[in-house]
C-alpha cells in the first residue's frame, strides 16, 4: 500500500479534546513516523463531529472510530492499515 489519499480528521470540540484527543493525535503522528507512513497521511482537525456521546472520535477517510484513546488507537491504526492491503 502507498498510503496515498489518507486523510485523518481528529475531532477537537471540547468534549473531544478534554478527553485525550490532544494525546492521541500525538500517539497517531508518532505511530506514523515509527512505521514511515508520516508523509503519506494529511492531518487535519475538525471542530466538532456531532457526536460527542461517542468520542473522543477520529475519522481515518470516511471510516469513523468512537471511544478512541491513546490505549487503543494504534490497534485502530493497525486495522486501517491492514484492510487496506
Do not use: W
Not at 15 to 42: A, H
Not at 64 to 83: G, M, P, R, W
Amino acid at each position: 500500500m502507498d498510503g496515498q489519499g489518507i486523510t485523518i480528521t481528529i475531532c477537537m470540540g471540547s468534549s473531544c479534546f478534554s478527553r485525550g484527543n490532544k494525546k492521541t493525535l500525538q500517539v497517531i503522528q508518532d505511530y506514523l513516523k515509527e512505521t514511515g507512513r508520516l508523509s503519506d497521511v494529511t492531518f487535519q482537525g475538525s471542530h466538532c463531529f456531532g457526536n460527542c456521546e461517542f468520542g473522543p472520535m477520529l475519522k481515518i477517510n470516511e471510516a469513523q472510530f468512537n471511544q478512541v484513546t491513546e490505549a487503543n488507537v494504534i490497534s485502530i491504526l493497525e486495522q486501517y492499515f491492514e484492510t487496506q492491503g
